[in-house]
């Protein structure tokens, strides 16, 4: 199909993902790894899913350190096209930023905000989602996509959906945003029907998202434009931007006036925020069965690998009556014996060793080692 007419792909690549820490690290973080072993990386394969949708529309917002292994993953793009900013100052001033970029180009286009880090397996579905958010946006919505929830998960935000926008196809309008609950309430929400999952994922006019941020952060905005409007003034103006996330600064503001309209998303969707999430993405390895003598199986039972998962080779593992996640990443073998649901990351300067439920607990591992003065290994 057609690319979208006046659309723009805006593309935020930031944070360190330091829950997959020791893979994921602040000189190079996530969004430049290839964490399902498809040969291409999460940013690579984000802009990939834009492209039929903005064709060569495409603008996306990194770090400074980044921005030089940004445009070597896509070397498509023109160098208008790698906005680089100085310092973090959080999603609204990188989103913005774009938008004044692309309302200078087109007073009416749409841009749409997608991560470059998230994980969506079924590109039909995602069109098709798109496609209707973009011509919602047209008549002066901020659209968010709305995950339908698979499970009640407690590391997401949520999006209270409620009546029908009148002529649209699936779309609904926005009740409110909830902030991540405990577990109790996110089993309730599930249940209701009415909340789905905030993917971060927002379809607006350029012009209206400016707009709508300057009704609650005027000095932002103006930054932001001044900034599209004289380039030169990028690093004079951009260490006095507030640092907000636009869920704060105009998602749930707006929503509360009424401005923002959901469309529910069908499809699979993972931020790949931890390595219990990476689990999931990655394909099963299936080993030969082993079998264990001596004292640990002492009639010499058949034991074989329950479930394996590698970001790697497989025949860099070895597994006997156990199971997890293996990432072999230090050129040598690794074996693991009775344990299952083990995280197993080696790399030449560090190992990770965890289960799959603390999975979450792996970004303390980082702030002790940044306590410790180890920024080398962060």
Not at 8 to 29: D, E, F, I, K, M
Not at 211 to 224: C, F, I, R, S, T
Not at 328 to 342: C, K, S, T
């Amino acid at each position: 199909m057609a690319s979208i007419p006046g659309f723009w792909a805006v593309v935020p690549a930031g944070g360190a993902g330091t829950r997959l820490w020791p893979l994921s690290r602040a000189g190079h973080p996530k969004f430049l790894l290839d964490l399902t072993g498809s040969g291409r990386s999460l940013l690579q394969t984000t802009v990939d899913r834009l492209e039929p949708l903005a064709a060569e529309r495409v603008v996306v917002v990194t770090g400074a350190a980044h921005a030089e292994a940004v445009r070597a993953q896509l070397p498509g793009l023109g160098p208008s096209q790698v906005l680089a900013e100085p310092s973090p100052r959080d999603s609204m001033a990188a989103i913005g930023w774009a938008a004044a970029v692309v309302e200078r180009l087109d007073p009416d286009a749409v841009i749409g905000s997608f991560a470059a880090d998230h994980v969506i397996p079924d590109q039909g579905a995602f069109e098709a989602v798109i496609r209707e958010a973009a011509a919602v946006a047209h008549d002066g919505h901020l659209v968010t996509i709305g995950v339908e929830p698979t499970w009640p998960a407690t590391g997401f935000g949520y999006i209270h959906a409620g009546e029908a926008l009148p002529g649209a196809a699936t779309a609904l309008r926005a009740v409110e945003f909830v902030e991540k609950p405990d577990a109790e309430r996110a089993a309730r929400y599930v249940e209701s029907g009415d909340l789905r999952w905030n993917a971060g994922m927002f379809v607006v006019r350029a012009a209206t998202l400016l707009d709508l941020l300057g009704q609650w952060h005027p000095d932002l905005a103006a930054g932001l434009r001044a900034i599209a409007a004289d380039p030169a003034r990028l690093v004079e103006l951009w260490a006095g931007l507030t640092k907000i996330a636009i869920d704060h600064a105009v998602a749930e503001p707006a929503a509360d006036a009424g401005r923002v309209v959901v469309v529910p998303a069908p499809f699979e969707w993972d931020d790949v925020g931890d390595f219990a999430s990476l689990a999931t993405l990655l394909p099963t390895s299936v080993g030969e069965a082993h079998h264990a003598g001596g004292d640990g199986n002492a009639s010499g039972v058949e034991t074989g690998i329950r479930e394996l998962r590698v970001l790697g080779d497989p025949a860099d593992v070895t597994v006997i009556d156990g199971g997890g996640v293996v990432v072999p990443g230090a050129g040598r073998r690794i074996a693991i014996v009775g344990l299952d649901d083990v995280v197993v990351v080696d790399t030449p300067d560090a190992l990770l060793v965890t289960t799959r439920a603390r999975a979450q607990d792996v970004k303390l591992v980082v702030e002790a080692l940044k306590a410790e003065g180890r920024a080398d290994l962060t």
